[in-house]
């Protein structure tokens, strides 16, 4: 089957000879490769109009309108039913394609599978121990079973290293250009709605980390865009056993609260009945009963520090993780 590799670049000058390199040196010789130019005012372009090759395809976009966007023009004009994201300061395995279309092969069920990576520093050196942590902690998560049990929560899914049915992919948007930062994660979550992701038990990727990413320097944004796709993706589990817009409890502290309240409940689809911040671990058997009463749907659970305690008074009291009971992730005490 045809793949089509998907690099979206923006002044990526740097890593971009190397990256498109990876690319093209694949042992799974049925590909081609599409690099969307997202308005650089670097060398890209230029680099970019030198290649010479039947399988690469440029698309200059005439001013930057951030990833997503750039993602979507090329996939839409992708001629693969697979498609591959390759970022253009990353470095793909030689094997990495072939190992994914075997992997694809083999699970056909699938509607995206990824892969274990090698963390390798960006444009300032990360120390070597902070690499491995990061490894240990990226490659621990594989199944399909605890990548959907953990969905809400964090993602445990390397954009750079996925590859996804083009047809799923259509069927639910695509990117969505709302988030600058976190559409990956959003992607996952929607292609989740529809089938199970894997990943292949191999590093198959060089992932680079850099000081000053964009998740690093906005770190506000980030939080609001991670807590906005969870809270879309339990709007659309909720609503699919009703005919009303589902209605939730936020519990977490009064900052984390409020800034649900201000920052992610109005572009989430649910409806928050009421916060509760204070004195939590007593308010929880008035949560768990609206619950079962069904005054509301579900309890969102917001709390940091006494997150583990008081997931086990919700589970104890026989609400099910990730029906009656969301842990979204959240940094504000």
């Not at 994201?85 to 694809?104: F, H, K, L």
């Not at 992607?187 to 000053?212: M, S, T, V």
């Not at 589902?246 to 009945?273: E, F, M, Q, R, W």
């Not at 520090?305 to 919700?314: E, G, M, T």
């Given at each position: ?157 390397t954009h750079s290293s996925m590859m996804f049915s083009k047809n799923v992919f259509l069927r639910v948007g695509g990117y969505d250009t709302t988030f600058k930062i976190l ?30 990413s964009l998740s690093r320097r906005n770190k506000l944004q980030t939080y609001n865009e991670i807590q906005t796709a969870s809270s879309r993706a339990i709007y659309r589990l ?37 916060f509760i911040w204070e004195d939590l671990k007593n308010q929880v058997p008035f949560a768990v009963k609206d619950v079962k009463s069904g005054k509301v749907d579900a309890i ?34």
């Open positions: 089957m045809l793949v089509s590799i998907i690099m979206a670049v923006y002044n990526g000058e740097t890593y971009l000879k190397q990256a498109i390199a990876s690319a093209l040196c694949q042992t799974y010789s049925n590909i081609e490769l599409i690099i969307v130019n997202d308005g650089s005012n670097d060398s890209t372009k230029y680099i970019l109009d030198k290649i010479d090759d039947e399988r690469v395809k440029v698309i200059h976009l005439p001013k930057n309108q951030g990833a997503a966007n750039a993602l979507n023009t090329g996939i839409s004009q992708a001629k693969g039913e697979w498609i591959a994201i390759q970022d253009a300061d990353d470095n793909s395995y030689p094997t990495r394609i072939e190992e994914q279309v075997g992997y694809i092969r083999n699970h056909s069920e699938l509607v995206g599978v990824g892969t274990l990576v090698e963390f390798i520093s960006g444009n300032s050196t990360v120390p070597n121990y902070l690499l491995k942590k990061l490894m240990r902690h990226k490659n621990s998560i594989i199944s399909r079973q605890v990548i959907k049990k953990k969905r809400f929560y964090i993602c445990e899914l559409y990956d994660y959003d992607l996952w979550l929607r292609l989740l709605d529809i089938g199970h992701i894997e990943k292949a038990p191999k590093i198959l990727l060089q992932y680079r980390i850099h000081k000053g909720l609503v699919k056993d009703k005919k009303c817009q589902p209605t939730v409890i936020v519990l977490g502290p009064k900052k984390a609260c409020d800034n649900y309240k201000y920052h992610v409940a109005p572009y989430s689809g649910l409806k928050v009945d009421h969102i659970l917001l709390s940091r520090d006494k997150r583990k305690i008081l997931l086990q008074k919700l589970t104890a009291s026989q609400l099910k993780l990730n029906k009656q009971v969301f842990v979204i992730y959240n940094i504000i005490k």
